[in-house]
């Protein structure tokens, strides 16, 4: 996660590392992390990064750390015409994770959602983690009612495996879906 010239390209956006020197990154964060869609899919908890230093903070001691320990991780997601930050795309497995592939997630601010951005970018993210990392499974996880994400996972190709219990989420019952996977109990759910 050191190299400030990462980039994966999409015909729209660019997907780069999130830098924690960078005060554009923070505050973007921030705004992100406060939306009303963000804290509703939270399950209507507020996060703690409510200021830059905050953001700094998650940014350097857990995403930093993610992408040491597996190689991938949280990315910003940017518009390729003028690199304005509108989104984050992540592969996220906890140090402790019991499962054996890792979770994609998609965020895009408000004035950017149902404009096909998460599907781009989270195809992009999939593609090159596949390619580049050899991760050969993904799992997709969100709440049931979520159909906005669903939509998202659906349009990717991920497989539809029903509404489960997960150990990760303290055993509350999630939408799951998989990537290239012949049976998700194979991979730790």
């Known amino acids: 996660m050191t190299d400030p010239t990462f980039r994966i390209t999409t015909p729209r956006l660019t997907i780069s590392y999130l830098n924690p020197s960078n005060p554009l990154h923070c505050s973007f964060l921030v705004s992100l992390w406060n939306m009303p869609e963000f804290i509703a899919m939270l399950g209507g908890k507020p996060t703690s990064i409510t200021s830059p230093s905050a953001a700094k903070s998650l940014i350097q001691n857990r995403f930093m750390a993610e992408h040491a320990r597996n190689g991938y991780g949280m990315y910003l997601v940017s518009l390729l015409e003028d690199d304005t930050p509108i989104g984050t795309v992540s592969l996220m497995r906890g140090e402790s994770s019991s499962l054996l592939a890792p979770d994609i997630g998609f965020a895009m601010l408000s004035e950017h959602m149902r404009r096909g951005y998460a599907v781009e970018a989270a195809k992009a993210l999939v593609e090159y983690v596949n390619e580049e990392k050899g991760v050969k499974a993904v799992f997709g996880f969100c709440d049931e009612g979520n ?12 497989r539809w495996e029903g509404v489960r219990s997960v150990k990760e989420f303290g055993g509350k019952e999630a939408a799951v879906w998989s990537w290239d996977m012949d049976a998700v109990e194979d991979r730790g759910l």
């Open 147 to 158: 159909e906005a994400s669903m939509g998202v996972l659906r349009k990717l190709g991920f």
